[in-house]
């Protein structure tokens, strides 16, 4: 029941954007669902294909509240990575 799709999330009233979170993160709640027995209380889902692995990750989302941590990180490191333009040494 949880693994699937039917209705993509931004098109359903079922998926929240979480207030404080990242604007592309969306999670739906199941308050009917037994945790003890392993069904989960709520699912995530990313709007950019970034969602969180791990709670580190999802702590992120939270606190990325303008744009996506994780697309903002690769950008920077795209930019880092590009080599510097080299000037030319004033003549003496």
Do not use: I
């Not at 979170?21 to 294909?49: H, I, S, T």
């Amino acid at each position: 029941m949880s693994g699937t799709l039917n209705t993509h999330p931004l098109e359903n009233s079922n998926w929240r954007k979480h207030k404080n979170a990242c604007p592309f993160y969306r999670e739906r709640w199941f308050p009917c669902n037994d945790v003890a027995a392993g069904e989960p209380m709520y699912q995530v889902f990313c709007l950019k294909g970034t969602p969180p692995v791990t709670a580190e990750e999802q702590d992120k989302c939270f606190r990325s509240k303008t744009r996506c941590w994780r697309l903002s990180e690769k950008k920077q490191s795209r930019t880092a990575e590009e080599p510097a333009e080299e000037t030319p040494m004033a003549s003496r």
